[in-house]
């Protein structure tokens, strides 16, 4: 269950693809995160797939009639239309994307389509001639001019046996486009933000490496949450459990040293820079260039500090600039995350415990505090990283309106 999700009433338009089985998957995945999914499957997708696979799945009636009766508000179209959060159609076939660009509306679902104010999001699959001609094109062209969005398609082996892209892109990259979409807050439109993430590994010969256990569920959340928001997001990301939003330019580097090049070659772009990285302190002086045989005496190895990178943004940071950072400890919890926020001038600090129960490394709740320069810690209990994450950005929103920027 997500906040993200919960709730929301997404109609979900399958249509005429082979890809549309698929359609079950994100159907119970929606439903899985708690929303209220309305599936609406054409004469074509009908074909394809079962009406009563969506129903099972969803818990409602899977609308297959323009002519169902009017007394119905469950799926009466203009009744949908209004009261929908989200179009996803998925499979989006040659022929939807067609109708949708002319304004035909000769079924429930193309017509409902035009109804709605809701944002609709299409991810397209089909043949990859069929998706690249000029027809298909230009029916994108026009939705997309129009405000529609797309997501995906995917390429490779497609079902006619061709290769290309035309493929229904994966499910989690259709949920996280939708999750995008659903947030109604845009505070950050137009804003950048540059997000460091996930671990370190710093080498001690070609095979090994020190490293920790930082998930990168952190650095995800956070961008997730600056894309639903409206920001730019780029993310300097070291080894991580978790993958990062497609949405987010990535930049992966393995050591402390490339993320601080990467780090310091993109940070003077952004208005916001959040340093959720779990940096080692510490590097390997001399890697060894051949892997270290174990010939049964002690191995010492010297390590070297190395450098913090989040002060290294602050040194050079505009006065309009926001920086956040985060202190992860055992404990004495706020008397070293205020040290922090005063050592690397930060403008926010997130100081969250670590050990216990729900707030290991790797955990997807955090017990946490908002600590920022002259204030009381704002404490903010036990949360999940998913709520976390709004806290620290209505933050972020409310210094950057204290800068007037
Ligand atoms: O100094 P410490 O690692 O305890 O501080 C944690 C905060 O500083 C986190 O925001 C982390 O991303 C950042 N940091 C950094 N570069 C380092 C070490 C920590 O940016 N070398």
Known sequence: MSIAFADKQIVLGVTGSIAAYKACEIASRLTEEGAVVIPALTRAAREFVAP?????????????????????????????ARRAHLFLIAPASANILAKAACGIADDWLSTTLLATH????????????????????????????????????????????????????????????????????KDLAGRRVLITSGATHEPIDPVRFIGNRSSGKMGRALALEALRRGAEVTVVSGPARV????????????????????????VDAADIFIAAAAVADYRVEHPADEKHKRNGD???????????????????????QVT????AE??????YAQRKLEKKKLDLIVANQVGGENCAF?????????????APPEQLHLITKEELTERVFDKIASILRTRNT
């Open 330 to 335: 055992t404990h004495d919890l706020l008397a």
């Open 118 to 185: 809701a944002p609709v999001l299409f991810a397209p699959a089909m043949n990859a001639a069929m998706y690249a001609h000029p027809a298909t094109q230009a029916n994108i062209a026009t939705l997309l001019a129009r405000g529609a969005h797309f997501v995906g398609p995917g390429e490779g082996r497609l079902a006619c046996g061709e290769t290309g892209p035309g493929r229904l892109i994966e499910t989690p990259v259709i949920l996280e486009a939708a999750c995008i979409l659903l947030s109604g807050k």
């Open 298 to 320: 002690a191995l010492n190895l010297t390590l070297c500090p190395n450098p913090d990178i989040a002060a290294a943004v602050s040194a050079r940071k505009r006065p309009e």
């Open 243 to 266: 993958p990062l939003p497609h949405a987010a330019k990535v930049l992966s580097v393995r050591t402390a040293q490339e993320m601080i090049e990467a780090t310091l070659a993109h």
């Open 362 to 374: 790797g955990a997807d709740t955090a017990w946490a505090w908002l600590i920022t320069p002259g």
């Open 52 to 80: 009563l696979s969506f129903e099972a799945i969803t818990g409602r009636p899977a609308i297959t009639d323009i002519f169902a009766p009017i007394a119905n508000p469950e799926i009466e179209h203009i009744a949908v």
């Open 324 to 327: 956040v950072g985060f202190a």
